[in-house]
Nanobody, 123 residues
């Protein structure tokens, strides 16, 4: 059973930084597409960033240049470094895994999810 657990969420002021982490059990990140999604109240979950098993990354336009997705294959930890945070980044952030090396910025193709961690950015 694949299990993902996020940590690192919290409250920060506009312009600040946070790093989210996602640990996994029961499988190794190699061979998987990993991703971060976020969900605003009353909205659909949206992709923030993906990273494939080769380390190739993709980002939503809204976070390009501010967020960085990375992974530590030895420790099976996925990260999301978030810099220059804005109030509109406030959301619940989810870690996701897809049992395929190919990544897509679509929640429908991801079969494994964490429980989510709240990020709140205030001015």
């Amino acid at each position: 059973q694949v299990r993902l657990v996020e940590s690192g969420g919290g409250s920060v002021q506009t312009g600040g930084s946070l790093t989210l982490s996602c640990g996994a059990s029961a499988y190794r990140y190699s061979g998987f597409c990993m991703a971060w999604f976020r969900q605003f109240p009353g909205k659909e979950r949206e992709a923030v960033a993906t990273i494939d098993f080769d380390g190739v990354t993709a980002y939503a336009d809204s976070v390009k240049g501010r967020f960085t997705i990375s992974k530590d294959n030895a420790k099976d930890i996925l990260y999301l470094q978030m810099n220059n945070l804005k109030a509109e980044d406030t959301a619940v952030y989810y870690c996701a895994a897809r049992k395929s090396g190919t990544c897509y910025m679509q929640k429908e193709v991801f079969g494994h999810w964490g429980q989510g961690t709240q990020v709140t950015v205030s001015s």
